[in-house]
């Protein structure tokens, strides 16, 4: 009887598990080169050198499967992937992976499992996004998350920030433009709790919040790696 999709999958993946365990010759590869910053790079490199490094890079792993393969977030898929690597036991939050980690790890997996339909998303995602910046342009909207790093998949939101003095001004320009919207917690923007609200729009999932102009300054200074 021949394989099922699921076990065919889970068996690639379980030999990319096991390669990585014993040589890091994707992260070599010009597939990851291609697609990753020389800041993620380095990380993905340098960071499992030791045998204490084993679990941490074991649940970054974990962390990037269930992201690129069921869009959690990168918070609830860390919770996860040490569940089902430890169970009940405790771990101590430094021996978790960081988000650039996992990123790297994301960016790596979609590489090897990913790469006949994750870039045509992303560019589809990019150009939806542009046309609708486009059109709340006197807002001088941002981009972040998913769409930046390169990341975002079939299960991506599009999240952007508007700069105005008037945070409702937002939310009655989308009113004007027909677009229903519900509150919804976006998470941290620069180590800030933010509020936005949710639409739908060319079938695609956005979330807007709204910062004071001066913020804007703040989030575009420029990252270690340009």
């Known amino acids: 009887m021949g394989a099922t999709a699921h076990e065919s999958a889970t068996t690639a993946y379980n030999v990319y598990v096991h390669a990585r365990r014993t040589v890091d010759a994707p992260r070599e590869s010009g597939i990851v080169a ?13 960071h499992w050198n030791t045998p204490e490094d084993t679990l941490r890079q074991e649940i970054a792993m974990t962390d990037a499967r269930l ?3 069921f869009g959690y977030d990168y918070a609830t898929a860390k919770q996860k992937a040490a569940r089902s690597l430890l169970g009940k036991q405790r771990i101590d939050r430094n021996r978790l992976p960081g988000n650039d980690e996992i990123e790297a790890e994301v960016l790596e997996y979609q590489a090897l499992f990913q790469a006949d339909t994750q870039p045509a998303r992303l560019a589809q995602l990019r150009r939806i996004c542009a046309d609708f910046m486009q059109r709340m342009a006197h807002f001088q ?11 975002a ?4 939101g599009i999240h952007l920030l508007a700069f105005s003095d008037d945070p409702k001004e937002t ?6 433009e027909g677009l229903r919207f519900e509150p919804v917690h976006v998470g941290d923007v620069n180590g800030e709790p933010v509020d936005a609200v949710q639409f739908a729009w060319r079938g695609e999932d956005f979330s807007l919040a709204s910062l004071t102009p001066h913020k804007r300054r703040g989030l575009l200074r420029p990252t270690a790696d340009g």
């Open 67 to 69: 992201i690129a393969e």
């Open 141 to 151: 909207p941002l981009v972040y998350g998913a769409l930046v790093n390169g990341t």
């Open 153 to 156: 998949s079939e299960h991506s």
């Open 34 to 46: 291609t697609q990753t910053s020389p800041r993620l790079r380095q990380t993905a490199m340098t």
């Open 171 to 176: 939310d009655y320009w989308l009113l004007n």
